[in-house]
């Protein structure tokens, strides 16, 4: 079992930032690679960024390349995703997720989820 709790999210004007955290905990959590998604109201759920811990590989969506860096903290077991030049498109309940799988951006191969965090960008 991975438990994953997500904080950082708030509200902002378009162009500014949020640090997103997601603390990860478990046994086998380093079995384990982290992804971000997102879903905005009336929306299909979407990939945002994904990490390996070993912070080699990291995976972004088109949509958010230039703005968002995904991190990950070894030692806290925790993975961050900085959030810059926000846009209103950007609004999402974001949510962090643990995977087993080699494919990264796929909402399927995720096996456990945190409980999100609202990010509202308004212009």
């Known amino acids: 079992q991975v438990q994953l709790v997500e904080s950082g999210g708030g509200s902002v004007q378009a162009g500014g930032s949020l640090r997103l955290s997601c603390a990860a905990s478990?046994?086998?959590?380093?079995?384990?690679?982290l992804g971000w998604f997102r879903q905005a109201p009336g929306k299909s759920r979407e990939f945002v960024a994904a990490i390996r811990w070993s912070g080699s590989s990291t995976y972004y969506a088109d949509s958010v390349k230039g703005r968002f860096t995904i991190s990950a903290d070894n030692t806290k077991s925790s993975v961050y995703l900085q959030l810059n030049n926000l846009e209103p498109e950007d609004t999402a309940i974001y949510y962090c997720a643990a995977s087993a799988a080699l494919r990264l951006t796929v909402a399927r191969f995720y096996d456990y989820w945190g409980q999100g965090t609202q990010v509202t960008v308004s212009s």
């Open positions: 478990g046994r086998t959590v380093s079995r384990y690679a």
